[in-house]
């Protein structure tokens, strides 16, 4: 449980910031 959080936390910042950068390309 630990460790699919911890690599969730990696994930879901980049992807988080992946998504910020398309909207605002896209937008």
């Known amino acids: 449980g630990c ?3 911890e690599m969730t936390c990696e994930e ?3 992807h ?3 998504s910020q ?3 605002h ?3």
């Open 3 to 5: 460790r699919m959080v």
């Open 12 to 14: 879901h910042d980049r």
């Open 16 to 18: 988080a910031a992946g």
């Open 21 to 23: 950068f398309i909207t």
């Open 25 to 27: 390309t896209i937008g």
